[in-house]
């Protein structure tokens, strides 16, 4: 059992985790092409939970994770629907939709993360997850992961995350890429999430 030092320690590391994959999301979120920043910001919920779970020493479920994933954003997604419509409209509905889908994808992940933060902190796993019970606690994380993913979008954006947006973009245009290739029939399932799960691994 750890200490209350050892708690705040491994809380901040969880934290530090979180906010990385804001960051990430809120970049995938401004891409043009709603399938491929759906695609990009559920990889990297997938892969955040994966580190939470080394974190607190959790056997990492990847199907029960994405499971989990789904039943807590739904009706997020469901709201957001017209404005991923809006990422279709050239030009102007690719930018306001871009905007729009980049909020939500930030504070879904943040809330996502918060969820998995407690749940594991309190000694929790996958075989006793229960996400109905989380509901409304992801509801409360997601108004607040808001304010805080357009935190996260301003310092994204700043002269000072200059090299980390950079290297973000990289690897966004390399999942969107690696999206099309699977569309066009380049690559089957199997090889696709192969290179995905390489380029996640280099969220920083």
């Known amino acids: 059992m750890m200490n209350t030092q050892e708690e705040q320690a491994v809380a901040k590391q969880a934290d530090n985790i979180i906010r990385n994959s804001v960051m990430f999301s809120v970049g995938a979120g401004l891409i043009p092409v709603p399938v491929a920043d759906m695609m990009a910001v559920t990889a990297v919920q997938i892969e955040m939970i994966r580190r939470l779970c080394k974190l607190y020493q959790v056997d990492f479920k990847e199907t029960e994770g994405?499971?989990?994933v789904l039943a807590l954003t739904t009706s997020g997604v469901a709201k957001l629907g017209g404005r991923m419509l809006a990422?279709?409209?050239p030009f102007v509905g690719s930018v306001i939709g871009g905007v729009a889908v980049s909020a939500f994808s930030g504070a879904a992940t943040y809330a996502v993360g918060e969820?998995?933060?407690r749940h594991f902190s309190?000694?929790?796993?996958?075989?006793?997850?229960d996400w109905a019970s989380f509901k409304n606690y992801y509801n409360e994380k997601f108004e607040k992961?808001?304010?805080?993913?357009e935190q996260i979008k301003e310092e994204y954006s700043s002269q000072q995350s200059s090299e980390y947006r950079e290297s973000t973009n990289e690897m966004l245009e390399a999942l969107q890429k690696l999206h099309n290739?699977?569309?066009?029939?380049?690559i089957n399932e199997a090889d696709y999430e192969i290179l995905k799960a390489d380029i996640m691994k280099k969220i920083v």
Do not use: P, Q
């Open 181 to 186: 290739m699977k569309a066009s029939g380049a």
């Open 145 to 149: 992961g808001k304010a805080y993913s």
């Open 66 to 68: 994405k499971a989990a």
């Open 87 to 89: 990422k279709m409209i």
């Open 115 to 117: 969820v998995f933060k």
């Open 122 to 129: 309190n000694g929790g796993t996958f075989l006793n997850f």
